[in-house]
Nanobody, 123 residues
Framework: QVQLVESGGGLVQAGGSLRLSCAAS????????MGWFRQAPGKEREFVAA????????YYADSVKGRFTISRDNAKNTVYLQMNSLKPEDTAVYYC????????????????WGKGTLVTVSS
């Protein structure tokens, strides 16, 4: 069974930064594109960012482009999301997912999800 565990969420003021981590158990990283998604209260879950296994290719939602950076350390089975210049509208539960196919700015095909970490941005 694959387990993805997110961490690093919290409360931050607008303009601040947070770094999220997603640690995968076992040999679960090999060959997979990993991604981050988020779900704000009352809204559907949306794609945020994804990164290929090699790390050579990254994808971002337009709403976070230039502010968020996704990265990964395959030796540690961990993917990261550095979030800068945070805005109140970034408030959401952030989820890590495995096996993300990005098409037209949306993520498809995810086979495992973490339980999420809450990010709250105060104005």
């Amino acid at each position: 069974q694959v387990q993805l565990v997110e961490s690093g969420g919290g409360l931050v003021q607008a303009g601040g930064s947070l770094r999220l981590s997603c640690a995968a158990s076992g040999r679960t990283f090999s060959g997979y594109t990993m991604g981050w998604f988020r779900q704000a209260p009352g809204k559907e879950r949306e794609f945020v960012a994804a990164i290929s296994y090699s790390g050579d290719t990254t994808y971002y939602a337009d709403s976070v482009k230039g502010r968020f950076t996704i990265s990964r350390d395959n030796a540690k089975n961990t993917v990261y999301l550095q979030m800068n210049s945070l805005k109140p509208e970034d408030t959401a539960v952030y989820y890590c997912a495995r096996n993300v196919a990005v098409v037209a700015g949306k993520g498809y095909g995810m086979d495992f999800w973490g339980k999420g970490t809450l990010v709250t941005v105060s104005s």
